[in-house]
RNA sequence: GGGCACGUAGAUCAGCGGAAGAUCGCUGCUUUCGCAAAGCAGAGGUCGGGGGUUCAAAUCCCCCCGUGUCCA
């Protein structure tokens, strides 16, 4: 990065003088006489017993400090997103402020819901977990304190210059900072094809800060500008309260009189931990985390586990219940939304332990039978079975162990191996542009004037063309609702050509054609939507949301849509929860949504501004994924749910009609998904159903209310038949061995032995059983042969210890070309088709004849 | 989203190329006033589903489905 990015006029106003850290050897700016750039590792902690701001600040105070410093300096106060990233395919969690406004505000798209604004963002990062507790400043969960700029060519809020003085007010102003403390270490800044330069802003050791400009887009060598740029800013909430009160570590600061009641049980480490994951849990879990074996379930199911792990090891620990409860608790002062729904939030955690008991206990029951067998055979429990079993098992090492007579030694890297076994993974991403396969428009063509948001009965309507290229066409104004938001696409004419596909992109909605168009800009075209599909999709989108809101007042408030599709055909919805549904539960679902279908509640579509939502119905707006803009479209059907969403739906719920959930699937470890139909469907549904009862009663020749017993009844006679079956060929078997015993002479004497030679009508099974037969007593050999799928078939039993099977079967092998094989005890032998069977069982006659009489 | 493990009798599991097993539970009989217990006998299996390899597949290979687990 060119130097002279740094080269602001803030520093030279102020004094500042560049230099190269001795140490890391980048340049920074600073007013003070240091050497060596003010972080760690080039400057020891410094501020540890000698706080480093103007007075001690707890965790709130420093973030109304910071917050009221930047909204005093005409920056906008935004509520703290959710920690889940549900707007985003590429993470799990909200890693940074900045991931509040990725994608869509930082490429352009979408106007930013305030500009400047501040904010203090709890985010998740689980790349340090082993570092919680031990480092003495790492959480999972921390607070991302920013302020952030969103400039345009055609309106500039402020970028470096500003950025960074704005920064150096807050630390030498607002919290007394001495100024001569400070280093701006020059770092450049690169991530999703985009960077910047960026200052780290270090004192006493500490990095306190982190100013980013978002400024150029990497285009092979060269470097482009970006249309908008952003000032990407973060500042560490528990790092400024650490420094302020100068604690030994972190967590003294962050959790306080907590963590003193903590180390009363556990040593440090494993009580920073403890409160650490309790805080990051409370904002996972109610913010819809379910924990499970996948995603971002995964991450809550981690910490429970470390959790309780920990809280094992001491008799007197408090449940991991209350841990939470406590942590929510004061949690709830500053975040009020964690406090609401703790006896939910119990249920999930107390099922997600109730699951990691099942879990130790499968585990614990199958280490000991493995161990068992090994000392009874003599093996070793080998450190690759230590690790097979938390791979497969997931008992971590240290556990194993307790459970084995003979326990190998734990590797010392042992999670490095395990590492290494995941290793081979390429991370694959799904990330698929909603817009491929769709033409670009320029930006000349003026934005397509959605009406179907205003009113979605109209189905016909007439516009001009503003742009046609090939099947596409762009209007000034369609009431044709495009794919999105989980709503397939209306279908319809546009003049006499039909509408297969519309797509929004951008500010325009693109009509696909059945073929080219034959329209040119200015034309005016009359448009027509199909309107039973379109009442189809209508009814089904308004259901799922009816669903929704009938989920989670039966289910409970962690129930997030994670997932939905309304086709024409049927809707799904899938929702996190932690086990399957009963049958109780979902019938208590269908009824209730049933019942707000017949109260005839008002559904009301409207815009409002983002914040005026959030603070009137919070983030459970967000069940389709958070869509930041300045302005929501708010779906709210009457004292039952409120969604943000963009799909066309009823006004009244009773035009949704019937709703039926036809299924119930547990798509993923912490998902449930119902698929479901609602209006006319509903009614086509059941009679599809009905009529299909009626034809199976009538097949099985039983009223409809008879059919499980008839069935049963049925699936019984299936069984007798079979059973008599098999008793018949047994029967038939026995009848044959009889004869064949009892008839003078057809047992042949060799030496000690008896053999029975025949051939009969049976294949390979038959002369298997009938062997079996003819061998239940000591030194006995059957030599029987018969035909399987056309080709002859010699099957030989023997219980002559002189004379194994197999040593027959390969005398008589060659005799008709066959194939085959098998043990002592018993051995087949199949020829080619065709090839002379009587000369091979003569074979095997001599060979076993031979064998018998060498023994005797 | 990927890796690994697992799916066999009502339950828990063994078997891991050659003729489906153990333990508990179940049924009957013996014993007992009865119960428990014991002894004896018996019933109960498309070895998750579908393809393939093989003379032969619960067993090996592939694809699904289900469960668990680790990792992103």
């Given at each position: 990065m060119d130097p002279s990015e740094y080269d602001l006029a803030f520093f030279h106003r102020e004094g500042f003088h560049r230099r190269d850290c001795a140490g890391c050897g980048r340049a920074f700016w600073t007013l003070g006489d240091h050497d060596r750039c003010q972080e760690a590792p080039c400057r020891e902690y410094g501020f540890i017993g000698h706080p480093i701001f103007g007075r001690s600040y707890g965790l709130r105070e420093m973030r109304e400090a910071y917050l009221r410093f930047f909204e005093t300096r005409g920056h906008t106060r935004l509520r703290r997103y959710p920690t889940v990233a549900r707007w985003r395919n590429d993470v799990f969690f909200t890693q940074a402020s900045i991931y509040d406004f990725q994608p869509w505000v930082t490429s352009g798209a979408i106007p930013p819901p305030a500009n400047p604004l501040t904010i203090s963002q709890p985010s998740l990062r689980f790349i340090d977990l082993e570092e919680v507790g031990r480092s003495g400043r790492h959480f999972t969960l921390f607070e991302m304190m920013a302020h952030h700029a969103f400039n345009r060519p055609d309106h500039e809020v402020y970028f470096k210059d500003r950025c960074t003085e704005l920064c150096h007010e807050l630390l030498v102003g607002e919290l007394q900072l001495d100024p001569r403390a400070i280093t701006y270490k020059e770092e450049e800044w690169e991530g999703g094809g985009n960077l910047g330069p960026s200052l780290s802003v270090g004192a006493s050791g500490v990095e306190l800060a982190t100013l980013v400009f978002m400024e150029y887009i990497r285009d092979g060598d060269r470097l482009k500008a970006m249309p908008l740029t952003v000032v990407d800013t973060g500042y560490g909430l528990e790092r400024f309260t650490w420094a302020s009160q100068g604690t030994k570590t972190a967590y003294e600061a962050v959790f306080g009189s907590a963590y003193d009641e903590l180390r009363r049980t556990f040593p440090p480490r494993e009580a920073a931990i403890l409160l650490d994951h309790a805080r990051a849990l409370n904002f996972m879990l109610t913010d819809g985390v379910v924990p499970s074996n996948s995603k971002e379930g995964y991450f809550a199911r981690l910490l429970v586990r470390r959790a309780l792990r920990l809280l094992a090891k001491a008799p007197e620990a408090p449940e991991l219940v209350a841990l939470l409860d406590r942590s929510a608790r004061e949690l709830a002062h500053d975040f009020p939304e964690l406090g609401m729904h703790r006896e939910d939030l119990h249920r999930v955690v107390v099922a997600e332990i109730e699951r990691f008991g099942e879990a130790v206990e499968r585990a614990r029951q199958t280490i000991h039978r493995y161990d068992e067998r090994m000392r009874s055979t003599g093996g070793k429990v080998t450190p690759d079975d230590l690790l097979q079993w938390y791979d497969s098992l997931g008992v971590p090492p240290d556990l194993a162990v307790e459970e084995l007579s003979d326990p190998p030694a734990i590797p010392d890297d042992f999670y490095r191996q395990v590492a290494a076994r995941h290793e081979?993974?390429?991370?694959?991403?799904?990330?698929?542009?909603?817009?491929?396969?769709?033409?670009?428009?320029?930006?000349?063509?003026?934005?397509?004037?959605?009406?179907?948001?205003?009113?979605?009965?109209?189905?016909?309507?007439?516009?001009?063309?503003?742009?046609?290229?090939?099947?596409?066409?762009?209007?000034?104004?369609?009431?044709?609702?495009?794919?999105?938001?989980?709503?397939?696409?209306?279908?319809?004419?546009?003049?006499?050509?039909?509408?297969?596909?519309?797509?929004r992109r951008g500010p325009w909605v693109l009509h696909r054609l059945e073929r080219p168009a034959p329209f040119h800009v200015g034309d005016r075209v009359h448009g027509r939507i199909?309107?039973?599909?379109?009442?189809?999709?209508?009814?089904?989108?308004?259901?799922?949301?009816?669903?929704?809101?009938?989920?989670?007042?039966?289910?409970?408030?962690?129930?997030?849509?994670?997932?939905?599709?309304?086709?024409?055909?049927?809707?799904?919805?899938?929702?996190?929860?932690?086990?399957?549904?009963?049958?109780?539960?979902?019938?208590?679902?269908?009824?209730?949504?049933?019942?707000?279908?017949?109260e005839d509640r008002r559904v009301k579509s409207y815009f409002e501004a983002r914040g005026e939502a959030e603070r009137r119905f919070g983030f459970t707006l967000y069940q389709g994924g958070a869509v930041p803009g300045r302005e929501l479209r708010i779906v709210e059907i009457e004292g039952f749910d409120v969604e943000a969403c963009g799909g066309t739906h009823c006004t009244h719920t009773s035009e949704v009609g019937a709703i039926g959930i036809l299924e119930v699937d547990r798509i993923q470890d912490g998902v449930v998904r119902l698929t479901f139909v609602s209006g006319e469907r509903a009614l086509d549904v059941r009679e599809e159903h009905e009529e299909i009862l009626r034809e199976a009663a009538r097949r099985l020749g039983v009223p409809v209310p008879k059919l499980p017993d008839g069935i049963d009844r049925l699936l019984g006679e299936v069984e007798e038949t079979r059973r008599v079956a098999r008793e018949r060929r047994k029967e038939d078997l026995g009848a044959i061995a009889a004869r064949l015993e009892a008839t003078e002479g057809?047992?042949?004497?060799?030496?000690?032995?008896?053999?029975?030679?025949?051939?009969?009508?049976?294949?390979?099974?038959?002369?298997?059983?009938?062997?079996?037969?003819?061998?239940?007593?000591?030194?006995r050999v059957a030599i029987l042969a018969g035909e399987t799928e056309g080709r002859g078939t010699l099957f030989i039993g023997s219980t002559a210890s002189g004379v194994p099977a197999r040593s027959v079967a390969e005398a008589a092998r060659p005799a008709f070309d066959g194939k085959g094989g098998g043990n002592p005890s018993a051995a087949t032998v199949v020829g080619e088709p065709g090839a002379p069977l009587a000369a091979a069982l003569e074979a095997a006659r001599k060979a076993a004849r031979g064998l018998a009489l060498a023994t005797g």
């Open positions: 081979c993974e390429a991370p694959t991403s799904d990330y698929v542009e909603a817009t491929e396969g769709l033409p670009d428009i320029p930006g000349s063509v003026p934005p397509t004037e959605v009406l179907y948001y205003l009113d979605p009965y109209t189905v016909a309507f007439d516009a001009h063309v503003v742009w046609a290229g090939g099947p596409f066409v762009v209007l000034d104004r369609t009431y044709f609702y495009p794919t999105g938001g989980g709503q397939v696409t209306d279908r319809g004419h546009l003049g006499d050509l039909e509408v297969v596909e519309v797509d199909d309107p039973a599909r379109r009442t189809q999709l209508m009814q089904h989108h308004t259901a799922t949301h009816l669903l929704n809101g009938a989920l989670r007042e039966v289910l409970g408030p962690h129930v997030w849509q994670t997932g939905a599709y309304k086709g024409p055909e049927a809707a799904r919805i899938d929702v996190t929860h932690y086990r399957p549904l009963s049958k109780e539960e979902l019938h208590k679902v269908e009824r209730r949504v049933n019942e707000i279908v017949r057809a047992g042949e004497k060799a030496g000690d032995v008896t053999l029975f030679v025949g051939e009969f009508e049976l294949d390979r099974n038959g002369l298997m059983e009938l062997s079996r037969l003819l061998t239940r007593s000591a030194n």
